[in-house]
């Protein structure tokens, strides 16, 4: 139950209009935190772990925002510096970002001359995704603002603490990992896969 005096908090919605009893207006940090301590402080730890990677996010997309770089092109980029060549099915998966969505944030970038597509001779049904000088230099720009970011998200923040929450959330990635095997192995093949059609 929401704490009197709190703000009404609306998950996913936009702020501008968010305000206190008091009338005074309330940014998403503000209201984030008081969720946390004062309204819900034992609300679900995924909630818990949306809210952190959200001000991860706003967080770098203010910095590179100061170098006309989107996040959404930062998500592929900074796959491209590791891997580059990569085709673009891949570095969709990679990115973790739907296909569609790829297809049209790779064509916006490679307008503005970070990436170019090709096809290899030995291969001509692939797109493979290279990166363009320009690309591979912004690099030595942009890695450094979210490293700072990671700076200031665990200021004040004892170096044991850090170092549980790391082990804690690897250890999480691997549990829901498991899990998610054994309920794909568990659940039923679709239906389509064994329907065969009846002779006319």
């Not at 004040?156 to 095997?181: H, S, W």
């Amino acid at each position: 139950m929401r704490k009197a005096g709190g703000p009404v908090r609306s998950r996913g919605a936009g702020t501008s209009e968010r305000r206190t009893h008091d009338g005074k207006p309330q940014d998403d940090a503000q209201i984030i935190l008081r969720h946390w301590r004062d309204a819900v402080p034992d609300d679900r730890l995924a909630h818990l772990v949306k809210d952190a990677t959200r001000a991860f996010v706003r967080a770098l997309q203010i910095r590179l925002a100061h170098h006309d770089v989107s996040f959404g092109h930062w998500t592929f980029l900074r796959v491209l510096w590791e891997s580059d060549g990569l085709t673009q099915r891949a570095l969709s998966r990679e990115a973790g970002v739907m296909e569609p969505t790829t297809h049209v944030a790779l064509a916006a970038m490679e307008r503005l001359g970070y990436i170019e597509r090709r096809k290899r001779s030995d291969n001509r049904r692939n797109v493979h995704v290279f990166l363009t000088t320009r690309g591979r230099a912004l690099k030595r720009t942009l890695v450094p603002l979210a490293e700072d970011v990671n700076r200031v998200a665990i200021e004040r923040v004892p170096p044991a603490d850090f170092a549980a929450t790391r082990r804690t959330l690897l250890a999480i990635i691997a549990n829901l990992a498991r899990d998610a095997g054994e309920q794909e192995a568990a659940s039923p093949p679709p239906r389509t896969a064994s329907l065969r059609r009846r002779p006319a």
